[in-house]
T-cell receptor
Framework: QKEVEQDPGPLSVPEGAIVSLNCTYS??????FMWYRQYSRKGPELLMYTYSSGNKEDGRFTAQVDKSSKYISLFIRDSQPSDSATYLC??????????FGSGTKLNVKP | GAGVSQSPSNKVTEKGKDVELRCDPISGHTALYWYRQSLGQGLEFLIY????????KSGLPSDRFSAERTGGSVSTLTIQRTQQEDSAVYLC????????????????FGPGTRLTVT
């Protein structure tokens, strides 16, 4: 079993839709949860991070963590064509080892 | 300021040859990570440096892979006797030393080196 599982998609939505991206993780010792966005032929860039259960909001983005079910989500409101990218979830173990999901490719159609 | 840079951006090599991939982290970042990204496979952790030492080499797939870091800055990932299954994008990331009080675990990624083994 992989440490972090993520549906690869692709996910195609119309502009303005609410997008839900999800991951599950295997180890309850994971302490820190992140979402990265990766445009084609670029390195990933950090979107959001959180280390507690609950919601964290930043503009149109909301990160949600449920530690009891080992489930992490990213919601994008009012999605834009510029949001089209691959989204990777990640967790941190022992403060220095990162585990990444395989990424979900999102396409927002104008 | 300058971000993480990697060179070369693309490398095509013949099976059996050795290759060296270079990473220049952000100045002042003490932690440096190497990852491999294959199509549909996400990021696979290879090795982590704190300063010049590598406390975690567990992700290196075989003894053909090695990495070093000198002066707490530049790092080189070397793949000997390359195989076709080594074809992937190799990503480097750097960060400040993670600390619970600082809570700063953000990694900054370079653009990657796309390696093709023919």
């Amino acid at each position: 079993q992989k440490e972090v599982e993520q549906d690869p998609g692709p996910l195609s939505v119309p502009e303005g839709a609410i997008v839900s991206l999800n991951c599950t993780y295997s180890n309850s010792a994971f302490q820190y949860f992140m979402w990265y966005r990766q445009y084609s032929r670029k390195g990933p860039e950090l979107l959001m991070y959180t280390y507690s259960s609950g919601n964290k909001e930043d503009g149109r983005f909301t990160a949600q963590v449920d530690k009891s079910s080992k489930y992490i989500s990213l919601f994008i409101r009012d999605s834009q064509p510029s949001d089209s990218a691959t989204y990777l979830c990640a967790t941190l173990y022992n403060f220095n080892k990162f585990y990444f999901g395989s990424g979900t490719k999102l396409n927002v159609k104008p | 300021g300058a971000g993480v840079s990697q060179s070369p951006s693309n490398k095509v090599t013949e099976k059996g040859k050795d290759v060296e991939l270079r990473c220049d982290p952000i100045s002042g970042h003490t932690a440096l990570y190497w990852y491999r990204q294959s199509l549909g496979q996400g990021l696979e952790f290879l090795i982590y440096f704190q300063g010049n030492s590598a406390p975690d080499k567990s992700g290196l797939p075989s003894d053909r892979f090695s990495a070093e870091r000198t002066g707490g800055s530049v790092s080189t990932l070397t793949i000997q006797r390359t195989q076709q299954e080594d074809s992937a994008v190799y990503l480097c990331a750097s960060s400040f030393k993670p600390g619970w009080t600082s809570g700063n675990y953000e990694q900054y990624f370079g653009p990657g080196t796309r390696l093709t083994v023919t």
